[in-house]
């Protein structure tokens, strides 16, 4: 069962998730973005996942730097990340939308579709079921794919002047290169929501590129 694509476009606010490997530079993005988007009128809203609630925070913790975090099996990681993700949904991204805020979020269900699903090896089906319980009806307008060779991606954390890698950005070569290959293959299914923009452009021009595809649906 492939994911469903609805739409919150039923609400008057914009729902916009950024996804991509350890080290794409999602976090910059969004950044960048919130001053401009704040200019054209709409109020903005920044969420992270895991985490963005007082209980997906603990639950953050746990999954990237909790002491007993690599004694953690495949499905006890997913349901971790669903959990904190049904509790961001109902917290923060619905009423959100319901207010007409802009939300962006660095990670959504696309993520644990590909983390987990795809480099973990959990079946497909276990994994859409629990995402679908997670979000309800709550699906992204745009979601974009900041695309970087596993390679890039790792030098990158290597290189970064502080905080050391997390669990997840401790995984090996092989399991990025998963990551990355799980991405190009969803935007492939769901073109209507995905853009994949080549992450080792410099800042500036993706910040253009993702502005372009958001400005259409700012204007709706």
């Known amino acids: 069962m492939k994911p469903t694509e609805s739409t919150s476009r039923r609400f008057p606010g914009l729902f916009v998730t950024f996804e991509g490997s350890e080290g794409s ?13 704040e200019a ?16 997906g925070e603990e639950i953050r913790h746990l999954l990237k730097h909790g002491s007993i975090g690599k004694e953690m099996c495949p499905e006890t990681e997913l ?5 904190s993700r049904a509790q961001l949904v109902r917290e923060v991204i619905l009423p959100c939308l319901e207010a007409g805020k802009v939300i962006l979020c660095d ?10 699903g795809v480099a973990r090896r959990i079946s497909a089906d276990p994994v859409n079921t ?4 997670a979000i ?6 745009l979601t974009v ?7 890039v991606g790792l030098s990158r954390i290597r290189h970064r002047a502080s905080d050391l890698p997390d669990r997840m950005e401790q ?8 990551v990355r290959e799980g991405y190009l293959v969803l935007a492939k299914s769901f073109p209507d929501r995905f853009v994949v923009v080549d992450g080792t452009l410099p800042t500036e021009e993706i910040e253009e590129i993702i502005w372009d595809a958001i400005c259409p649906l700012l204007n709706k």
Not at 136 to 141: A, F, K, V
């Open 145 to 151: 794919v900041l695309d970087v060779p596993a390679e």
């Open 40 to 55: 054209a009128g709409p109020e903005v809203e920044v969420t992270r996942e895991p985490g963005g609630t007082e209980i």
């Open 130 to 133: 629990i995402n679908r319980f």
């Open 171 to 178: 995984e090996n070569i092989g399991f990025y290169h998963k």
């Open 107 to 116: 990670r959504f269900l696309d993520s644990t579709t590909v983390y987990q």
């Open 79 to 83: 349901l971790l990340f669903a959990a």
């Open 25 to 37: 530079g999602k976090t910059t993005q969004i950044e960048r973005l919130v001053s401009r988007i």
């Open 136 to 141: 309800g009806d709550i699906m992204p307008d």
